[in-house]
Structure formats: structure tokens, C-alpha cells
């Protein structure tokens, strides 16, 4: 059975295609929780080096998904310049995000953090053509109330879940702003590159332009950190912990925004607080108050809300990668004027 067999299976089977994207988003928001523990794992440590921490996930992104690309012989079907903005705006998002940890409370960058969900619908509207149901619109405002339950309930208990202080909590606040703009844009451009081109060639070129960005950054910014850093098996492993569970959620998110779209995937990742329950429970032997558990029945209920109620679901056969390997060079810009803009074929996230 080959991937256009599959693809066509999976559009006409919409119950099936709405439970997987659901689930699919999870498990992405999971990926994301493991990130976090691993990224407070490398601070605990004394470690302040988000961009090479990026620079790991961009380098093995580009060398798994590059060698796939070299051995089809594919031409680009997307213009560098594209590229180039999707591995900078992922980048700087990244850095950004991180690097307000120092500055300000976990509680503030989890909350400020859900800004990534009206950038990202503002961005699809305007850019995509995408329009939202009154229903979509209120199913996203309920997973953002649903996570709004969590962080009540850690200034509640005085933090423990990720309250705390910060330095300079105006700074780190502006930084996560900033940040979720960049992450908008690099899941805006990623969509349409996963949906109307090839998904190989976008993790590929994600990782190729993010690595170069982010290795320029690195020797401007991070050298002396790293050569006043040393290094342990725990931070080796901390380091690790991240780059895997990170190429795991760079692969997998493709995925979610080809099926799903940027609000979708964005309103997904906001249960990725509430994973981190678990290695709370688990690993840290902590209570959870009862909020959290409401609040992840919320989140549920909002998700189920905006995937039902969506207008349309992009057809997978529409866009299938083995379409796409013997299409000719195209500029990202002619989309916009083709006639494959119409209703039937708008990115409707």
C-alpha cells in the first residue's frame, strides 16, 4: 500500500482522521514537555546555552532528513529565501523562549507563551486565506481558559509548579512575546510547506538554514560560555535528552500542521504543562492539585470543539510527497495568484 493509498483512506475516514490528529498533537505536546524538563535539567546544571542547544536538533535534522532529500534527486519546490525566513524565525523563537527563563517566572512564559495561538491564526488568515467558524474560535479560547486553570493553580500553591521570580520579569515577559511572534511565522511558513510542497524538503531546509543561524549566533554570543562550561555526564545526558526528544518533535510536528494547521498544532501544545505533571508525579514524588485535571479535561474539550467543527479538512491526497518529487521548481509567491487558491483548496486550519 503506497502513501497516496493511504492518504486517500485517511481523508475519507474523518472521524478516524480528527481522533489521530488529536493524538498525533499530543504526543507533540508531550515531545515539547521533555524538552522543558531536559532544557531546566541543563540550567539546574549552571548551563546558559539555549542556542547550542538548538544548534544539536537543526544539525541532525539536517543530516537525517538531508541525506533522504540527496538520495531522490529532487529539485527544490520552494524558493531559499522562504527557507531561510522558516530557520531564522524557528531560531530566534527558540532562543528567545529560553532565554527568558532567567529573567522571569516559569508560571509567566507558560502563559505568555499561548500568544503563539492568535499570532498564528492572525497569520493564517491574513497570509493563508484561512477563515475560522465562530466554533473554532471558541474551542481555542476554552484550551487557552483550560491552561489559564494550571497557572492558577501554581501561583495558587505558592509556585511549585513553575512560579518563582525572576531578575527581570518585564524583560523576560517582552522576550517571550517577541518570541511567540517568530514561532507564529515559522509555523505559518512550515504549514504551507507541509501542505502544498513536500514535507522532507521542509524538515530538511528547517534544519540546513536553523543550523547556519544559529551556528552565526553561537559564535557571536555563546563561545565563552561554552569554554567556561564543564562538562559532566549529567549535562552530556541532559544535552542528549534534549536533542532526541526535540528531532523527535521536529519530525513529528510536520505532521500535525500538514492535517491540523499552525492554531491547531499551537492549541495542542498547550497541554504540554500538563504532561510535565507526570515527571512531577513520578519522577519528583510531588502532589498535583485537582485543577490540573480539570484543566486537561478543558483543554480536551476545546481541542474536540475546534477539530470538529472545522470547515473543511485539507485533503491529504491533495498534497501527497510522491506528487511533489517530479514537480518543477516554484516560487512561494505564485501560490498566492494560482487558481489552487480557491475554496476547495485554502489552507483551512
Not at 522543558?36 to 536538533?57: E, K, N, R
Not at 510536520?254 to 498544532?265: D, E, I, N, W
Not at 477539530?307 to 517530479?326: I, M, Q, R, W, Y
Request: some cysteine; hydrophobic content about 50%.
Amino acid at each position: 500500500m503506497d502513501w497516496t493509498t493511504i492518504s486517500t483512506w485517511w481523508s475519507r475516514t474523518a472521524t478516524l482522521q480528527i481522533l489521530g490528529i488529536l493524538l498525533l498533537g499530543q504526543l507533540v505536546s508531550f515531545l515539547l514537555a521533555l524538552m522543558s524538563i531536559t532544557s531546566s535539567l541543563i540550567a539546574q546544571f549552571g548551563v546558559d546555552a539555549p542556542l547550542t542547544q538548538s544548534l544539536f536538533t537543526y544539525g541532525s535534522l539536517a543530516l537525517v532528513y538531508g541525506s533522504i532529500l540527496l538520495y531522490r534527486h529532487q529539485k527544490p519546490l520552494v524558493s531559499w529565501y522562504w527557507y531561510l525566513l522558516l530557520g531564522f524565525a524557528d531560531a530566534q523563537g527558540c532562543y528567545l523562549v529560553i532565554k527568558a527563563y532567567q529573567y522571569t517566572s516559569v508560571t509567566s512564559v507558560t502563559l505568555l507563551d499561548c500568544w503563539t495561538v492568535p499570532w498564528a491564526i492572525l497569520l493564517t488568515w491574513i497570509f493563508l486565506g484561512t477563515r475560522y467558524s465562530l466554533w473554532q474560535l471558541c474551542g481555542g479560547t476554552l484550551c487557552v481558559l483550560g491552561l489559564s486553570l494550571v497557572l492558577f493553580s501554581d501561583t495558587w500553591d505558592g509556585g511549585g509548579g513553575g512560579g518563582g521570580g525572576g531578575s527581570k520579569p518585564i524583560l523576560g515577559d517582552v522576550l517571550v512575546i517577541v518570541g511567540t511572534v517568530f514561532f507564529a511565522v515559522s509555523n505559518v511558513v512550515e504549514e504551507f510547506c507541509v501542505k502544498k510542497k513536500d514535507r522532507v524538503e521542509a524538515v530538511t531546509m528547517l534544519g540546513v538554514y536553523g543550523f547556519l543561524v544559529t551556528a552565526i549566533e553561537v559564535s557571536v554570543l555563546e563561545l565563552k560560555t561554552l569554554k567556561s562550561i564543564k562538562w559532566s555526564g549529567d549535562i552530556v545526558l541532559a544535552f542528549a535528552g534534549y536533542g532526541v526528544s526535540s528531532f523527535i518533535y521536529c519530525s513529528l510536528a510536520p505532521f500535525v500542521l500538514k492535517f491540523g494547521g499552525s492554531a491547531m498544532f499551537n492549541l495542542s501544545l498547550l497541554t504540554s504543562d500538563m504532561w510535565a505533571v507526570l515527571f512531577r508525579v513520578f519522577i519528583y514524588h510531588q502532589k498535583v492539585d485537582w485543577l490540573y485535571f480539570v484543566s486537561f479535561l478543558v483543554v480536551g474539550i476545546g481541542l474536540i470543539i475546534y477539530s470538529t467543527t472545522e470547515k473543511k479538512l485539507v485533503p491529504a491526497s491533495a498534497t501527497t510527497e510522491d506528487e511533489n518529487l517530479n514537480t518543477e521548481y516554484q516560487i512561494l509567491n505564485g501560490e498566492s495568484e494560482s487558481t489552487t487558491l480557491d475554496q476547495s483548496d485554502s489552507l483551512a486550519s
